[in-house]
Each structure stands twice: as structure tokens, then as C-alpha cells.
């Protein structure tokens, strides 16, 4: 089953708008991490905001916050004031606190990802 | 701080034949996992390491492998390449064994090719 669902493959924003990258996650476990990163056409992937299921709030970094609506299971990135290297492939990440028998973590599972096109 | 390091970043290998990827995580950290990502399958998890000791695996043949080192520095090696090996492999680290409430730090990928 799908974890993470990132339903727009592509979306366009001018310059100084803000723009909303959708996620859907689907997990049973109550304790979980969600997690979006960026990557532009250089490869690396860039972290960008973490927001913890037992978070109360709503995770804020400069120009990024994640809007968590933990009923409908949804983690949207906004990116507020666009910028021309805002243009990349943006994922979005979910890690579940469920513990494996060896006793590690599980894995980090991504979304298929958002790619941002910023113009002028 | 210095951020992750793989090297090298670009490899073209023949069907076959055998590569080993390195990867340096950030001083202090001591997990180090590795990804695939391709454009047919996405962002596939291979393994994680912490204290020389692989901790969770992905879905993956025997032919993808890896170890940790004391100074948890991490190699990747892929046996008898094939074509479909053909992907980014990304490394990430972090501080600790990888919780739900950690965050992974990438490094720039290496980029195989296999021919």
C-alpha cells in the first residue's frame, strides 16, 4: 500500500507567490515523522522541515511551514514568497516509530514528489 | 560542520562488473543509510548501518551489500551489475540510530551508470 502520496506531479508558481505542495500519508502507528526535503538537478536531497505526530503545532522554517492536519492525514508544504531557485523536485518523507524485531527503526518511505517550476 | 560526502560522484561500470560507493557522514554521526533512486521506481531504501552493525534492509538482492567502519565511515558495493542497477544512490546520516523523530542528512548521490 502506498504510504505516501504526493498527487501533483508538477505545479508552476510566479515569483513571490506562495505555493502549496500536497502530501497524504497512511500509517497505523501513532508515533511517526514527516519529513520534506528538495532536491534540485544537482541530486542532493536538502532537508527542509520535520513535523512530529505527536507535534501540537504546525512546523515553521523561515519561508517554510508544513500544515498538519493529522485527521485527514495530510502534511502539505507551503513555501511562502516563491523564488527562482525554489525550482526543484520537492519529497515528501514519513518514518513510523514502529520497531522492528532486531530492535532498529524503520526506514524512511518518500512520496513519488512535486516538481516546482518558479517563473518570473 | 562539514555536511555528507560520497564519492565518487560519477561512475559508468559494464554489465557484470562490481563498484563500491563511499560515503562520510556528518562528524559525530553515527547512522548511515543508503537509497536508490530511479525515475521508474522512486526513492527505494537499500540498508542502514549504526556501529558497524546493519540495522533494517530494504527490498534488495544479496548482490547490494555494505559495511560501517569504526569511524562510521560507510561503503556500498554492488556485484554483478546489471543494466536496472543504473541509479542516483544516495547516503544519508544521522545522530543517532534512526528514529521516528530524527532527521537524515543526504549527501550529493553518486550517480552509476552501467553500460
Known amino acids: 500500500a502506498q504510504k505516501i502520496t504526493q498527487t501533483q506531479p508538477g505545479m508552476f508558481v510566479q515569483e513571490k507567490e506562495a505555493v502549496t505542495l500536497d502530501c497524504t500519508y497512511d500509517t497505523s502507528d501513532p508515533s511517526y515523522g514527516l519529513f520534506w526535503y528538495k532536491q534540485p538537478s544537482s541530486g542532493e536531497m536538502i532537508f527542509l522541515i520535520y513535523q512530529g505526530s505527536y507535534d501540537q503545532q504546525n512546523a515553521t522554517e523561515g519561508r517554510y511551514s508544513l500544515n498538519f492536519q493529522k485527521a485527514r492525514k495530510s502534511a502539505n508544504l507551503v513555501i511562502s514568497a516563491s523564488q527562482l531557485g525554489d525550482s526543484a523536485m520537492y519529497f515528501c518523507?514519513?518514518?513510523?516509530?514502529?520497531?522492528?524485531?532486531?530492535?532498529?527503526?524503520?526506514?524512511?518511505?518518500f512520496g513519488t514528489g512535486t516538481r516546482l517550476q518558479v517563473t518570473l | 560542520k562539514a555536511g555528507v560526502t560520497q564519492t565518487p560522484r560519477y561512475l559508468i561500470k559494464t554489465r557484470g562488473q562490481q563498484v563500491t560507493l563511499s560515503c562520510s557522514p556528518i562528524?559525530?554521526?553515527?547512522?548511515v543509510s543508503w537509497y536508490q533512486q530511479t525515475p521508474g521506481q522512486g526513492l527505494q531504501f537499500l540498508f542502514e548501518y549504526f556501529s558497524e552493525t546493519q540495522r533494517n534492509k530494504g527490498n534488495f538482492p544479496g548482490r547490494f551489500s555494505g559495511r560501517q567502519f569504526s569511524n562510521s565511515r560507510s561503503e556500498m558495493n554492488v556485484s554483478t551489475l546489471e543494466l536496472g542497477d543504473s541509479a542516483l544512490y544516495l547516503c544519508a546520516s544521522s545522530s543517532r540510530l534512526a528514529g521516528f523523530t530524527d532527521t537524515q542528512y543526504f549527501g550529493p548521490g553518486t550517480r552509476l551508470t552501467v553500460l
Open positions: 518523507a514519513m518514518r513510523e516509530g514502529r520497531r522492528t524485531p532486531t530492535g532498529t527503526a524503520s526506514k524512511l518511505t
Open positions: 562528524s559525530g554521526h553515527r547512522s
